[in-house]
């Protein structure tokens, strides 16, 4: 698929994988309490793969897989949620979804415009 | 647990195990003076035990789902009761030293304060969801 629909895939996948990536730092933040429990995050690099691999041109990419990440410091008890960055990070992903529904609406009143006259 | 609200779970889990925290805390506050209890003993301090949901099902991809944090269960702390020397007391021995509850209050205040931080952040995190769904809608409006 080519020209504007795909456009609207590709901006409906980003608000996608934004809600997902939602979800994934939310069960971090959830689980900031609970010996043993690891970090996750959605591959993003993943995503972005199977975006350029024209995957996303056929619908929505679903189902991404999580990863552990590397690298931070871990609790007592196992645990190695770095609570203010995850807080961030939920912030940062919440702006990002506004970005990617602006984008989808600004779209969406130019093509209206463009029927209406 | 998935489906088009999962989020909101995920943070109402997170929400109502930092409650729970937080009252087994104020428990333990409120009986840091209790020296006799139904088995005869002080009061033991109680602590909650949390497990990740998604651990247990072992598996990491979204299409399994998160399920948040679950609750396991309360535990008592078996750590020894301090003696204190208080022969005025009625639950005191023949030495006069009375067996005080394991409840230490600076620890009660740090679990306190991170419960309630964690609270704040899940709660958070479902407001941020609120909005996200809300710009969704107003796409649906064909509004900005």
Redesign the interface.
């Known amino acids: 698929m080519t020209g504007i629909p795909s456009q609207y895939y590709l901006l409906g996948n980003a608000?996608r994988n934004?809600?997902?990536n939602?979800?994934?730092?939310?069960?971090n933040?959830?689980?900031?309490?609970?010996?043993?429990?690891q970090t996750?995050e959605?591959s993003f690099e993943d995503y972005m793969k199977r975006v350029k691999s024209g995957e996303s041109n056929q619908g929505f990419i679903?189902?991404?897989?999580?990863?552990l990440v590397e690298g931070l410091v871990e609790r007592v008890d196992g645990n190695n949620v770095d609570?203010d960055q995850?807080?961030a990070n939920?912030?940062k992903?919440?702006l990002l979804?506004?970005s990617w529904?602006?984008l989808?609406?600004a779209k969406?009143?130019t093509m209206?415009k463009a029927m209406t006259g | 647990m998935s489906g088009l609200f999962s989020a909101m779970d995920i943070s109402a889990s997170g929400l109502a195990a930092e409650r729970l925290r937080m009252e087994t805390t104020a428990n333990n506050i409120a009986n840091a003076n209790t020296t006799k209890t139904e088995n005869g003993d002080p009061y033991r301090r109680k602590s909650v035990v949390f497990s990740s949901e998604l651990q247990k099902e072992g598996r990491y991809t979204l299409a399994s789902g998160f399920a948040g944090v679950e609750v396991v269960g309360i535990e008592s702390d078996d750590t020894a009761f301090p003696m204190v020397h208080n022969p005025g007391h009625p639950h005191a021995d023949e030495d006069g030293m009375v067996r005080m509850p394991n409840v230490k209050i600076p620890t009660e205040m740090v679990d306190m304060i991170t419960a309630s931080r964690s609270y704040e952040a899940n709660l958070s995190s479902i407001t941020m969801f609120q909005e996200m769904v809300e710009q969704s809608l107003r796409l649906l409006q064909g509004g900005s």
């Open positions: 608000l934004a809600e997902q939602h979800r994934v730092v939310s069960q933040i959830a689980n900031v309490n609970t010996p043993g429990y996750r959605l679903d189902e991404i897989p999580t990863t609570f995850q807080v939920l912030k992903n919440a979804f506004q529904s602006q989808l609406a969406m009143s209206r």
